[in-house]
């Protein structure tokens, strides 16, 4: 599977935490693992990964999904053909991973790592608004970020 990963971030977002090369490799190291198992369909994967403020990230929850709340997390398919090429961009709030970060006891790289492999899962179908797919979505969350967290 060929696999770009472009990182972005807004001089807000990289004034709360500038993403290093080491985590820039372990998002696209854990990225390309969970494609490869959750769509092995895809043989071409282009993922944007964009960080933001809070309020950045409201702006497009508002603007494009018509939610006026904060999230950590958006995440758009851009395209997907039959012959096996998407093309994705993830959102990710730099406020609620560090927010998240220290509720729940854990770097935020390792949050990153979190919200990157959530939002594949979600290119892959997988749904978090109801309990029973919740519940089937975070054991698959589990599983990627445990086999990629030892490298936080």
């Known amino acids: 599977m060929d696999l770009t990963v472009r990182l972005a971030q807004s001089s807000a977002a ?16 854990a990225i390309k693992d969970v494609v490869t198992h959750e769509l092995p369909s895809v043989t071409t994967c282009e993922i944007g990964i964009v960080t933001l403020s809070d ?17 950590d997390i958006l995440t ?18 730099v406020e609620r991973a560090l927010e998240n970060a220290k509720r729940y006891r854990k ?6 790592l ?11 179908g997988h749904d ?3 309990p029973a797919k919740k519940k089937r979505m975070a054991a698959r969350e589990r599983f990627f970020i445990t086999k990629h967290h030892k490298l936080c």
């Open 76 to 93: 758009f398919e851009i395209e997907r053909t039959p012959s096996g090429k998407l093309e994705a961009e993830l959102y990710f709030s």
């Open 128 to 130: 978090d608004h109801d």
């Open 14 to 29: 990289k004034k709360l935490f500038a993403v290093t090369p080491r985590l820039r490799a372990l998002l696209t190291k």
């Open 107 to 112: 770097s935020i790289e390792e949050e990153l």
């Open 114 to 124: 979190h919200l990157a492999i959530h939002g594949i899962l979600h290119l892959a």
């Open 55 to 71: 309020e950045e990230l409201l702006q497009i929850n508002i603007q494009s999904l018509g939610h006026d709340w904060y999230t």
